[in-house]
């Protein structure tokens, strides 16, 4: 059983802009806020079962967001998972916060809340706390003739259903941004995309800061999924994060692990951190980041490594033959 103490953190760390600032209604629910560090599912599907068991050690080792999507292909097995995982912890569905994301294929406004309906099918749930567009880009039949505006609204009309409590985006350029903001009515609430202690993108993180939307941190772990190619394979690449030396001797002076130092300095520049493992005892670990106590000076180190490094590690633009990131670091 998971020690009371991981509850009690992860109730209390929750980030957020308040529902005023973001003018989005949050209806009475727990948590409103996005938690600090939530868990990420992509990847996860060795078998239905590692995947489902995946979710529920998650839970019980206090996590309380997790971060799915209708792409990865395995969002019945999560939903399996978050269900053990509830019943085993005694938590109810309203005590947690759970993300999806609408797939490119499914942009057509007349579509839009289809998707969200599979995924809430699959998942086995009524209401998602967040549903965000994953890519600024249409790849429905009728291709780039959708723009990624009338997909949002379609979005911000699943507000007056009960189904969504809150949306957002996901991998918006600036451009794409502040486009988006000035022809809707809703923000997004929350902004997910890349950054690490390889690629912090400080003034993109500040700049969402100014307009209250939240930013979740996807890949906090650098490049250590693998998808991503091994570590050291090209001259840019920078050394995996567990071998970082920097990273290594504030983790030692501190008394944590190379994962958590990187974690926690996700969540101490207030954006909200989503590490994915399959691993029970990284699960684990990654969670316990919230007790790592990194020191202001620690910042500062690892501010001077993201001067020595920069590298964004999911960038399909070439693949999909559209510019993504424009204006932004590491493209
Ligand atoms: N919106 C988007 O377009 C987008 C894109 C990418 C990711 N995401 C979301 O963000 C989540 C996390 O991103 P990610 O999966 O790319 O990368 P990540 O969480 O930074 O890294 C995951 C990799 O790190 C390993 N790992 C995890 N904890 C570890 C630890 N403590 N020590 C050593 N290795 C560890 C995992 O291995 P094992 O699993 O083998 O333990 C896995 O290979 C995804 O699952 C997904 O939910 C969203
Ligand atoms: C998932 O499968 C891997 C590989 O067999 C195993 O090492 C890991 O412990 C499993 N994870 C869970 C949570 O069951």
């Known amino acids: 059983m998971a020690p009371l103490t991981r509850i009690s953190i992860a109730a209390l760390a929750c980030l957020g802009a308040s529902s005023a600032q973001n003018q989005i209604p949050i209806p009475a629910t727990k948590p409103s806020h996005i938690p600090a560090i939530g868990f990420g599912t992509w990847n996860l599907k060795i078998s239905s079962k590692n995947t489902s068991s995946a979710v529920s050690t998650a839970l019980r080792a206090g ?53 969200l309906d599979q995924t809430l099918h699959d998942l086995g749930l009524e209401y998602l706390d967040l549903y965000l567009m994953h890519w600024p880009v249409a790849s429905t039949s009728k291709g780039s003739v959708i723009s990624y505006v009338d997909t949002w609204h379609a979005m911000e009309a699943l507000l007056q259903t009960s189904k969504v409590r809150q949306i957002g985006i996901s991998n918006f350029s600036p451009h794409q941004l502040h486009h988006l903001i000035s022809t809707s009515t809703h923000k997004p609430s929350v902004h997910q995309f890349e950054t690490h202690p390889y690629l912090q993108q400080t003034e993109w993180v500040k700049l969402h800061k100014d307009h209250g939307i939240i930013v979740t941190a996807y890949s906090p772990l650098a490049n250590l999924n693998p998808i991503y190619g091994s570590p050291g394979k090209s001259k840019d ?95």
């Not at 309380?64 to 269900?83: L, P, Q, S, T």
């Not at 309203?94 to 797939?103: A, C, G, P, R």
């Open 63 to 115: 996590y309380r967001h997790i971060d799915c999507a209708a792409i990865y292909g395995n969002e019945k097995d999560v939903g399996k998972g978050i269900k053990d995982g509830l019943k085993e912890m005694d938590l109810k569905r309203e005590d947690i916060w759970v993300t999806s994301k609408l797939w490119n294929d499914h942009h057509e406004p007349d579509l839009v809340e289809n998707a």
């Open 237 to 331: 690449t920078p050394s995996s994060l567990l071998e970082n030396k920097e990273i290594s001797e504030i983790a030692e002076k501190r008394g944590c692990t190379n994962a958590q130092v990187a974690l926690k300095w996700g969540m101490g520049r207030g954006t909200s951190v989503i590490p994915k493992s399959s691993h029970a005892s990284r699960i684990e670990e990654n969670f316990d980041a919230l007790e790592c106590d990194l020191h202001e000076e620690d910042y500062d180190v690892i501010h001077e490594v993201g001067k020595k490094y920069l590298k964004r590690f999911n960038n399909p633009s070439e693949g999909w033959g559209v510019p993504l990131y424009e204006g932004l670091d590491g493209t």
